[in-house]
């Protein structure tokens, strides 16, 4: 399967996580997993499916977040620290915690009131300078500010709190076991006694400790009817082989071969020694590798689409067609591998296939907008066929995901003095115009 490596940054809001993250990898079997592990749980939180959307970050630290509605960001780190599918879905039931209590919404009930006494603190402090007394002024502004810190962070662990409990319902109605989430407590338990995090104070902590949370939780997931039930087992495959590829993708091939030695035949280690073989430039061993996957399973997409993959971007065009069409044949609704043969199709630059590959990536588009690359792709088409207009509006909407608003307005404009008024294409422009517009503004007060 092909990662699609976005490097978007990503401002974070909620929940502590690193400032900016390194990127986004999109892969259409691992987002299908998602879905499919989630599901449940979904459900189990009067959430709407569809609405929840799952995003993963190649961040390599051990963590999840959500953020901007209903969205779940989930680190690589946590997938490869993981040891079991159960311990994964503990994580993703605590994370609906928070979108089905609506803590995106409710921030400002707890920044609002550690806001105030942060302003009235530096009054007091003002005044204080003024009357000529600086060290006391600093010291009621020292003051205010550990008061609100602290308000703050009590706001923030009650609602970690809340969260947990709330993960463990959905879990239960689910039938999941505990077990996997009280593992991975006891993981991030470990991590911050080898960082040498402090145990004893928890009133400094945006979390209650780890600790803490195992024994809430223990006295709650012993009483399940499920704290017994092992993970899922066919769960349990795929989860090793989204991990699996993901190591081959994110660590250094040195360390991949050592998590993953030859001999080892499993689809996890066939997919991760595959990724390794192909990002260190070798592409013989990593066909190699593609092939004993496919032999697995000639019928699995994802195999299939890897195998393509390495065969088109080692130039060999032609030969990856043939699979990558079986590949979608396979998979008729993954946007993703649809925009894989594409691609392949457009590389060719014979003129019958860009008339098999328009039609094929405009399906794309229909299943997920938001992927740039696809949109690259239908513009090379469009300015191929000399319909500039049209390529014009293709790189805007590839220009307004990448967050370039200056070039998505460009080419907007672009559009839109070519296309007809009224037509759908012409009022997309209009609308790309609109939030690029509204976009180069806020840059512009950034820099007053």
């Not at 997931?221 to 994110?250: C, H, M, S």
Request: hydrophobic residues 45%; aromatic residues 6%; neutral net charge.
């Amino acid at each position: 399967m092909r990662i699609l490596v976005s490097l978007l940054a990503l401002a974070l809001a909620l929940l502590p996580c690193p400032a900016w993250a390194q990127s986004i990898l999109r892969d259409a079997e691992t987002e299908a997993f998602f879905r499919e592990i989630s599901r449940p749980l979904i459900d189990a939180a009067g959430l709407d499916p569809r609405s929840v959307q799952f995003v993963l970050v190649g961040d390599p630290s051990i963590n999840a977040f959500v953020t901007g509605g209903q969205n779940v960001f989930i680190h690589s780190g946590l997938i490869t620290a993981a040891d079991n599918v159960n311990e994964l879905q503990g994580v993703i039931a605590h994370e609906l915690g928070h979108i089905a209590a609506g803590h995106n919404v409710r921030f400002g009930e707890g920044a609002g009131p550690a806001s105030k006494i942060s302003l009235l603190s530096l009054v007091g402090a003002a005044l204080a300078v003024a009357a000529g007394a600086g060290e006391a002024g600093m010291a009621i502004l020292g003051l205010g500010t550990a008061a609100a810190q602290g308000k703050f962070l009590a706001f923030t662990r009650d609602q970690e709190s809340r969260t947990d409990q709330a993960g463990a319902v959905f879990l239960s109605k689910s039938g999941i076991s505990g077990k996997g989430s009280i593992a991975f407590f006891r993981k991030l338990q470990g991590q911050e006694f080898r960082l040498a995090i402090p145990q004893d104070n928890e009133y400094a902590r945006t979390h209650p400790l780890s600790s803490t949370r195992v024994a809430n939780l223990l006295s709650v997931y012993e009483k399940d009817p499920a704290w017994n039930t092992p993970p899922d087992k066919a769960l349990q495959a795929k989860f090793e082989r989204i991990k699996g590829k993901l190591i081959g993708f994110v660590e250094e091939p040195p360390r991949v071969m050592q998590q993953y030695p030859e001999g080892t035949n499993t689809a996890a280690a066939l997919y991760a020694r595959a990724y390794a073989w192909h990002r260190s430039g070798h592409p013989d061993q990593a066909m190699t590798e593609a092939a004993r996957l496919v032999a697995l399973n000639p019928y699995d997409p994802y195999y299939l689409e890897l195998e393509g993959q390495i065969l088109l971007e080692s130039g060999k065009v032609a030969n990856s067609l043939p699979v990558l069409r079986r590949a979608v044949e396979r998979a008729p609704f993954e946007p993703m591998i649809i925009t894989l043969l594409g691609h392949a199709l457009v590389t060719s630059e014979d003129p019958k296939l860009q008339a098999e590959a328009e039609p094929l990536l405009r399906k794309a588009v229909s299943l997920d907008r938001e992927n740039p690359f696809t949109w690259y792709q239908l513009g090379v088409i469009y300015d191929r066929r000399g319909d500039k207009p049209r390529a014009a509006l293709a790189a805007a909407e590839r220009f307004s995901l990448e967050g370039n608003a200056m070039g998505a307005m460009m080419n907007a404009r672009l559009a839109r003095a070519g296309l007809p008024a009224g037509t759908p294409d012409s009022i997309r422009a209009d609308d790309i115009m609109l939030v690029a517009g509204d976009a180069l503004e806020q840059q512009k007060r950034k820099k007053r």
